[in-house]
């Protein structure tokens, strides 16, 4: 298959602390994107990252690739109780989502 | 500027009854897409238009699915007949081009098949 695999499935935290969630895949990949999706609605494009960038930010955003493990990390900083959201990522040459990560941040 | 726009929000039909989805994308996006999105799974592209053209629609189930995009604008996905494992949200989606332009989405019709 070539879905991504995320990683947790799903994740809990309190208000201001970091929650990180991963992505792999069983083929190499490229760029990939990061979408947010709020439930009961469509998704939110968070960020792309290149194949030639290891990490890039934005806002609290932090996202890593690494090509050669197939692999890319989010980092939400200081989280907020509005980023309980499910997370996805995606390969942008196959349109292939991951399983998704739900995010769960508590008051 | 206006999102992408679909419509119905919700759709209740019996299996083997047809129905069919609206979308109309953000001005000047060329690229559409159309994803099914399964309860707990994250969304499979069912099919993506270039322009009216059909880029990629290698996981459509032909047999009763089918999509078009009036005008190189707006776009209809219609099921027919509806079978029980197509209780999904339909999303559509719209980008300026291909590749890796962001895509931006509607809030989907959730399909339900009795």
């Known amino acids: 298959s070539q879905q991504g695999e995320e990683d947790p499935q799903a994740l809990s935290i309190q208000e201001g602390e970091n929650a990180t969630m991963n992505c792999s895949y069983k083929t190499s990949i490229n760029n990939l994107q990061w979408y947010r999706q709020n439930s009961g609605r469509g998704l939110v494009h968070l960020i792309l990252?290149?194949?030639?960038?290891r990490e890039k930010h934005s806002g609290r955003l932090r996202v890593t690739l690494d090509t050669s493990k197939k692999s890319s990390s989010l980092l939400i900083t200081a989280s907020r109780a509005a980023d309980t959201a499910s997370y996805f990522c995606v390969r942008t040459d196959k349109l292939i989502f991951g399983t998704g990560t739900r995010l769960q941040v508590f008051p | 500027e206006a999102g992408v726009a679909q419509s119905p929000r919700y759709k209740i039909i019996e299996k083997r009854q047809s129905v069919a989805f609206w979308c109309n994308p953000i001005s000047g996006h060329a690229t559409l897409y159309w994803y099914q999105q399964i309860l707990g799974q994250g969304p499979k592209l069912l099919i993506q238009?270039?322009?009216?053209?059909?880029?990629?629609d290698s996981q459509l189930p032909k047999d009763r699915f089918s999509a078009e995009r009036l005008k190189g604008v707006d776009s209809t996905l219609k099921i027919q007949p509806a079978k029980l494992e197509d209780s999904a949200v339909y999303l559509c989606?719209?980008?300026?081009?291909?590749?890796?332009?962001?895509?931006?989405f509607g809030d989907g019709t959730r399909l339900s098949i009795l």
């Open positions: 989606a719209s980008s300026l081009g291909q590749g890796n332009q962001p895509q931006h």
């Open positions: 238009f270039q322009n009216n053209g059909v880029v990629d």
């Open positions: 990252i290149r194949s030639n960038e």
